[in-house]
C-alpha cells in the first residue's frame, strides 16, 4: 500500500484550516498509538459491565456468544479497514454511505444511528461506573445518577481539553483496563490448576428446549455481547487526526480487534468456570465476583479500581467519537455549519463536544446498563449492515492511491451477519427496539429542522 496524507503541521503563521474557515484537525495520532487507541475503545465496559447479562440469556456456555460475537466484528472489521483506506475522513460510516448511495436522509440516518450509539455506549459506562465496582471502593449511600452525571461532565472537560491528553488519557487507561482483564486470566488459571472451578458449566444452555429457542437464545446472548466488540468502527472517526491512515489503519484495526476477541473468549470461559451463571447474572460488577471465586489474595477493591478505569475509558473514547462525528457530519453539510466550530486555541470541536454531553447526560438519567448495551449493539448492526453493502458498491469508485482491499465474500457475509442479530431472531427485549425508535424518530426531526434552516437561508 502507498499513499500518504499531507503533513498535519500547517505554515509557520498558524494552523491549517479546515471548511469553512475553521482550523483542521492535528494530526496527533501515530501506529502505535492507534492500535492502543483501538484496543482501548473495544476493551472496557461491554466485558466488565455485561458478562453476567450474557450469562443470564445463555448460560454456562457463556464463550460461545463472545466467540461469534469475535468474527461477525472481523468480518465488518475489514469492510471498515477498505474504506477508511479509500476516504480517510472523520464522518466514518456517515461518509461511505452518502458515497455510495448518495440518499442525503439516509446518509444523515446512518450518520445520527453511529452517533447514538456511542452516545449510549458511554451512557452505560457512566452507570457501570456508579455500580457494584464502586460499591466495592465505598460504603457511603451515593447516588447512581449523580455520580454517572458528574462522570459524563468529567469527560466532557477532558475532550474538550484537546486530542493529544485525552490519547494520552486512552493510553493509560487502555493499559490499566488490559491490566485488569490479565488479572483475571491469570488468577483463573491458577485456579482452574489447583482444582478449582465446574467444567460442565461451559456446556450449559439456559435456553429451554434445542433447535429454534436455542438459536434465538444464543442469537440473543450474542447480540448483548457485541456490545463487548464495538469500538473499533469509532477509531476510523480519528482518520483526519492520524498520521499516514491508509498504512496505519489495516494493522492497527485487525490487531485491536484479534486482541480483544481473544481476551474475551478466555475471560468469558474463566468467568463460567469459577462463578455460577446465578451469581453472574445478578452483579453489575460480574469480573469482581471471578476475582472473590478464585481462592486468591489479589484484592477486590484493587480490581475494583480497575474495572472504575477501564469503564472511565470506554466513556472517554465514545464521548470523543460522537463529537468528532458531529464535526464530520457538519463539514459534510449534513449537520448545520455552526457544529464544525473547532475552539481555536486547543483546536477542538467545541460545539460537538456540548451538544454530545447534553444528550449522554439525558441518557445516563433514563436508561440502564443492560438497555443501553443492548441499544448500542442493535443500532451499531444495522450500521454495520449499510457499511458491508456500501463497500461492495464503492468498488465502482476508484481512488488514484493504493489502499487495502478485502476480498469480497467478507463484506457479503458480514452483512448477512448484522441483518440477523440486529433481526428479531436474537430475541431482544422490546424496550430496546422502542429506545432505538425514539432515537432514529428525534434524528428525523433534526435533520427535517436542518432542511428547513438550509432552504430559508437559500431563499434569503
Not at 19 to 27: I, N, Q, V
Not at 190 to 215: D, H, I, K, N, Q
Not at 217 to 227: D, E, I, K, R
Amino acid at each position: 500500500m502507498s499513499g500518504t496524507v499531507p503533513p498535519v503541521e500547517g505554515p509557520a503563521d498558524g494552523p491549517p484550516e479546515g471548511p469553512a474557515g475553521e482550523p483542521a484537525l492535528k494530526r496527533a495520532i501515530g501506529p502505535k498509538l492507534l492500535i492502543l487507541f483501538v484496543i482501548g475503545d473495544i476493551l472496557g465496559t461491554g466485558i466488565y459491565a455485561t458478562t453476567g447479562k450474557v450469562a443470564d440469556k445463555v448460560g454456562g456456555a457463556l464463550w460461545l456468544p463472545f466467540l461469534i460475537g469475535f468474527v461477525v466484528a472481523m468480518l465488518t472489521a475489514a469492510s471498515y479497514v477498505e474504506l477508511v483506506g479509500k476516504y480517510p475522513k472523520a464522518a466514518g460510516a456517515a461518509l461511505y454511505t452518502q458515497k455510495a448511495f448518495k440518499i442525503p436522509f439516509l446518509t444523515f440516518i446512518v450518520a445520527f444511528m453511529v452517533m447514538c450509539s456511542g452516545l449510549s455506549s458511554a451512557s452505560a459506562a457512566a452507570l457501570a461506573f456508579s455500580g457494584d465496582y464502586l460499591s466495592e471502593l465505598t460504603s457511603d449511600a451515593v447516588s447512581p445518577t449523580l455520580v454517572a452525571i458528574l462522570f459524563v461532565l468529567a469527560l466532557a472537560a477532558v475532550n474538550l481539553r484537546g486530542v493529544s491528553e485525552s490519547v494520552k488519557a486512552n493510553v493509560v487507561l487502555t493499559l490499566v483496563e488490559l491490566t485488569g482483564l490479565l488479572v483475571i486470566l491469570g488468577i483463573g488459571a491458577w485456579a482452574v490448576l489447583g482444582g478449582e472451578g465446574e467444567p460442565s458449566r461451559l456446556v450449559e444452555f439456559e435456553t429451554s428446549g434445542t433447535g429454534y429457542a436455542l438459536m434465538t437464545g444464543v442469537l440473543g446472548a450474542t447480540a448483548l455481547g457485541f456490545f463487548a466488540f464495538v469500538g473499533f468502527e469509532d477509531s476510523v472517526n480519528m482518520a483526519e487526526e492520524t498520521q499516514d491512515p491508509q498504512r496505519t489503519f489495516p494493522r492497527a484495526i485487525f490487531i485491536g480487534v484479534t486482541v480483544t476477541g481473544t481476551i474475551y473468549v478466555l475471560v468469558a470461559l474463566i468467568s463460567s468456570l469459577l462463578v455460577s451463571t446465578e451469581t453472574l447474572a445478578g452483579s453489575s460488577g460480574p469480573l469482581l465476583e471471578v476475582v472473590k471465586a478464585a481462592g486468591t489474595d489479589f484484592p477486590p477493591k484493587l480490581f475494583a479500581l480497575i474495572a472504575l478505569f477501564a469503564v472511565t475509558n470506554s466513556a472517554l473514547i465514545n464521548m470523543m467519537m460522537a463529537s468528532r462525528l458531529c464535526y464530520g457530519m457538519a463539514n459534510e453539510r449534513i449537520l448545520p455549519r455552526a457544529m464544525g466550530k473547532v475552539l481555536s486555541g486547543r483546536r477542538t470541536p467545541v460545539v460537538g463536544i456540548v451538544f454530545v454531553t447534553l444528550l449522554a447526560l439525558g441518557l445516563v438519567s433514563t436508561g440502564e446498563i443492560a438497555g443501553l448495551g443492548d441499544t448500542t449493539s442493535f443500532l451499531l448492526l444495522c450500521v454495520f449492515a449499510v457499511v458491508n453493502v456500501a463497500v461492495l458498491v464503492l468498488r465502482r469508485d476508484p481512488v488514484g492511491h493504493a489502499h487495502f482491499r478485502t476480498p469480497t465474500a467478507l463484506p457479503v457475509l458480514g452483512a448477512i451477519t448484522a441483518l440477523i442479530l440486529a433481526s428479531p431472531l436474537a430475541d431482544r427485549p422490546a424496550d430496546v427496539y422502542i429506545r432505538a425508535g425514539v432515537l432514529v424518530a428525534l434524528g428525523i426531526a433534526l435533520w427535517a429542522v436542518n432542511k428547513l434552516v438550509m432552504r430559508v437561508r437559500a431563499e434569503g
